[in-house]
């Protein structure tokens, strides 16, 4: 059976038709846009911001305090 984590600080905000991956962690006080889609393996540091429609792919790490205004993608 596959283990599958998410774990979202606390006061952070994901809104509505966000899709997450496994394994992804989200730091405190982030704001996660609508539409925003988010691989496996993701680290989100604290205070980040992610516009809407964006898209970070597989085991990408965003700095705390970071504003994510365009896709993420290796």
Known sequence: IPTI????????L??????????VYIGANTTI???VTIGNY??????VVISEGHVIGDN???ASGSVLNKDLTS
């Open 5 to 12: 984590s998410v774990i979202i600080g606390e006061g952070s």
């Open 14 to 23: 994901v809104r509505a038709t966000a899709t997450i991956g496994n394994h």
């Open 33 to 35: 846009d609508i539409g």
């Open 42 to 47: 993701v680290t989100i540091g604290d205070n």
């Open 60 to 62: 990408e790490t965003i």
